[in-house]
């Protein structure tokens, strides 16, 4: 079961009101517990520095809307040339944003910008790319780490969750590269806490101690300034 449905269209409006987001997009099946298990694998990120319980909680938790918002904050467009108007796309739209035929458009006044039009369509005639959104994407002038933190604010709230940290095969990039990636350093274990930002804390200063240090550190600053967490944190060594 995918927690925001097939194509993304099945989220849930998360009221925080912090910096970024008064609301933000989750999927809708996480409403239906109160208490999960987080499993993260610690390591580098291009965007953010590095990734590990908060980013798993934002990007893990986001529906397809959340993610694109996290990313570039924009709603998608048709490119008429590639649409065959097969009207998959309007069948997907919970808001009737979509409008299917010689010129097809989308209704930016209507849309919401879950994504579920793009992720559907088998022509690639939907897309939010541009010159400006990559740079959006890639972090150029667009506060990703700050928006990263609040969808982990919102995945979490109202939850009692505990957070596994994995740092072992530790990369420099991320997991979702999707391809073999060199160790930089050695393992240095699993960690466990119920506060996201105290566990990314943890590994990122052990991370540092063994002579790696990760970029991403207003993460923490941010993080505790929206109250997701405490940096503070007391390492207890199980043997």
Known sequence: MFADGEHGENFAEVEINKKHFKTFKIGKAFLDYDQLLI??????????????????????HAAKGGKLAMHMGEKPRIIS?????????KSRCNVDALNIGKKSYIDKDKCIGCGACMAI???????????????????IGHPFIEK??????AAQLNKHNI??????NITSGCDCIGKKMTPIM???????SSDPVAIDKACYDMAKEKGKKFKGYKTFAYAESIGLGSAEYTLHELK
């Open 81 to 89: 040339r590639k649409c065959r108007q097969c009207n998959l796309c």
């Open 163 to 168: 957070y596994m940290n994995f740092a072992m």
């Open 121 to 139: 369509c088998p022509y690639k005639a939907i897309t939010i790319m541009s010159i400006r959104n990559i740079a959006k994407f890639i972090g």
């Open 148 to 153: 990263v933190v609040e969808g982990a604010f």
């Open 186 to 192: 050695e393992d240095f274990g699993i960690f466990i």
């Open 39 to 60: 499993l993260s694998h610690f390591k580098g990120h291009d965007i953010a520095g590095f990734g590990g319980a908060i980013k798993q909680l934002s990007m893990g």
